[in-house]
């Protein structure tokens, strides 16, 4: 299993961005998927979450709740963080996670960077 994120980059407070996260070696509408997020200097957090299987919760921590958006395209294989309104505080490095098989997988990280 391979899971390859995308899509971080620069932005100035107020824009937006759409991370990718492409998987391989598994179908990820079986498996729950997240995002997390990981500031300098602390550690790393969940900020959207979706449960897998035909029944779909999803869930976001409150500092993205409104602004961020988890979804899945299944015919790519891929699921993206769309990111709104971002902020100087939501400058980390993002990682795309699936848990499956038993395990946690781990994208590598896209470095996302909110100037005010």
């Known amino acids: 299993v391979q899971l390859q994120a995308s899509g971080g980059g620069l932005v100035q407070a107020g824009g937006s961005l759409r991370l990718s996260c492409a998987a391989s070696?598994?179908?990820?509408?079986?498996?729950?998927f997240a995002w997390f997020r990981q500031a300098p200097g602390k550690e790393r957090e969940g900020v959207a979450y979706?449960?897998?299987?035909?029944?779909?919760?999803?869930l976001y921590s409150d500092s993205v709740k409104g602004r961020f958006s988890i979804s899945r395209d299944d015919a790519g294989n891929t699921v993206y963080l769309q990111m709104n309104s971002l902020k100087p505080e939501d400058t980390a490095v993002y990682y795309c996670?699936?848990?499956?098989?038993?395990?946690?997988?781990w994208g590598k990280g896209t470095q996302v960077t909110v100037s005010s």
């Open positions: 996670n699936v848990r499956a098989y038993g395990r946690d997988y």
């Open positions: 070696g598994l179908t990820l509408g079986n498996f729950a």
């Open positions: 979706s449960s897998g299987g035909g029944r779909t919760t999803i």
